[in-house]
């Protein structure tokens, strides 16, 4: 990537807007969403433009943190995909202040929302993603790359919304694809930092949820959860790791495949089935035809397997294709020419993207000095365990980073919240028991407790004390 566009870029970083309340822009004050409980913290959405000539514009969602906001970090999250939304996933379905009720029509209160211990920042990325959009349809043809460069743009435009903020510790957080996301935005943020002369991101820390992060590794470790989980026979087990070759594995589909590794994996997919939920093996999953007939009589009807509703996507789906929810969040500005979803259908990304090995951008942010934690629900079987864990390991042993705390389990609320271990006091790798791909939406209660350590700069507690979340 050249650097013809820093000076540009650089320029921005002075641009001060002020306005609103604390310098809070007053047009992107949300004021209160449809069928939202009563809270007293505030919320603002509104958009972002990342390209005035393209007509480029990134939709966001901030939240306040719920109590002393003025003095706590800001953290941003992304979701992966790539192209899935940060405001429907991240928001609305597992770390912000609300969810969808089962009406679809309203929501609940998160008790759990990470919202408690730090404000939050759900930016919909790229452009074609959800609300976000350009009026250049050439732009929906996109990658890592173009995606970095309009988020370091949108965090520096988005700063001087919130002036405030500028100075205050920033964590970069997300899941899955973020993995990609959250690294190589880091990494331009770095390189904004070294070629400015005033204003830089204060990055306190890097934390990434069931990551993708070289293929290699964690296209393997998919076949050998099915394998260890009981969801495919020995034999097909075994032909999967003795005749498949990932080391060339390329995203979306492997080179170089035996005849009988195809096979193989063909009938490991088939034995799985279309009845489990790959994102959490343990999770029921919900019957979409079932729901819609239930939002459309107006009846709420819980869903729940082992304490989480398996539908909330539905509900999220109705909910914010809704014309007042829209309004009142100050989205679809242009009126889209199609509804809201979770995951992008405009979008072309660049699939040869996914084969980019990330271990060499978390070695630079590491070398920065900015704690980096990896974590991961342990039932996840799209980006497992199994292959992040590995990962870490090995980026430890690039780093010559010792073992500072020995793999063992962490404990919340008198129970094991899961398994963890730290390299080199800057390294942390951790599970999270019984949590899915997306960790706070299964696991909520664990999920905040690891998130309002990593924030504080806490270690998870490896005995059995109760300790404040």
């Not at 003095?71 to 379905?93: D, E, K, R």
């Not at 100075?167 to 904004?192: C, K, M, W």
């Not at 997306?438 to 999920?447: E, G, H, T």
Request: hydrophobic fraction near 35%; glycine fraction near 10%.
């Amino acid at each position: 990537m050249g650097h013809h566009w820093w000076s540009w870029v650089v320029g921005l970083g002075f641009l001060v807007v002020f306005g609103g309340v604390n310098g809070y822009p007053e047009e992107d004050a949300v004021a209160q969403l449809p069928g939202q409980p009563k809270v007293n913290f505030r919320q603002y959405a509104g958009y972002v433009d990342v390209d005035n000539k393209a007509g480029r514009s990134l939709f966001y969602y901030f939240v306040e943190a719920e109590q002393n906001a003025s003095n706590l970090p800001l953290t941003l999250w992304l979701n992966g995909g790539p192209g899935c939304s940060s405001v429907g996933g991240g928001a609305f379905t597992e770390l912000g202040p609300f969810f969808p009720r089962g009406d679809g029509r309203g929501l609940r209160r998160n008790s759990k929302s990470w919202n408690k211990a730090s404000n939050l920042l759900f930016v919909e990325s790229p452009a074609g993603v959800g609300w976000s959009y350009s009026n250049t349809t050439s732009d929906y043809t996109c990658g890592d790359e173009s995606t970095a460069r309009d988020m370091l743009n949108f965090m520096l435009q988005w700063y001087d919304k919130f002036p405030e903020f500028k100075s205050r510790p920033l964590f970069l957080t997300g899941e899955s694809y973020a993995g990609h996301y959250i690294p190589q935005l880091a990494n331009v943020l770095l390189d904004y930092n070294e070629h400015s002369n005033g204003f830089k991101f204060s990055i306190k820390g890097v934390g990434i949820g069931n990551p993708l992060l070289r293929l290699d590794r964690d296209v393997p470790a998919t076949y050998e959860f099915f394998w260890s989980h009981g969801m495919i026979s020995d034999e097909v087990g075994l032909t999967i790791m003795n005749e498949c070759k990932f080391d060339d594995y390329v995203f979306p589909s492997p080179h170089n495949v035996t005849k009988s590794c195809n096979e193989a994996l063909a009938e490991a997919n088939r034995i799985v089935g279309d009845y489990i939920n790959v994102y959490d093996v343990i999770l029921d999953v919900c019957y979409p035809s079932l729901v819609e007939q239930e939002l459309r009589l107006r009846k709420v009807v819980t869903k729940n397997s082992v304490g989480v509703d398996v539908c909330m996507t539905e509900e999220r789906h109705l909910y914010f294709n809704l014309p007042e929810v829209q309004k009142a969040l100050h989205a679809n500005r242009t009126n889209l020419p199609y509804g809201w979803s979770m995951c992008s259908d405009v979008l072309n990304y660049n699939e040869a993207d996914g084969d980019t090995d990330i271990l060499p951008l978390l070695k630079r942010i590491i070398q920065q000095q900015i704690p980096l934690w990896i974590f991961s629900g342990d039932q996840d079987s799209v980006v497992p365990m199994l292959g992040s864990r590995t990962l870490v390991r090995e980026l430890a042993k690039d780093l010559n980073f010792d073992i500072t705390v020995p793999y063992g389990a962490w404990f919340h609320r008198g129970q094991v919240g899961g398994w963890q271990t730290e390299y080199g006091n800057l390294l942390t790798y951790a599970t999270v028991r019984g949590a899915s791909h997306m960790v706070p939406y299964a696991q909520p209660s664990r999920a905040l407790h690891l998130f309002s350590s990593f924030v504080h700069g806490r270690r998870l507690p490896n005995n059995t004390h109760p300790s404040i979340e």
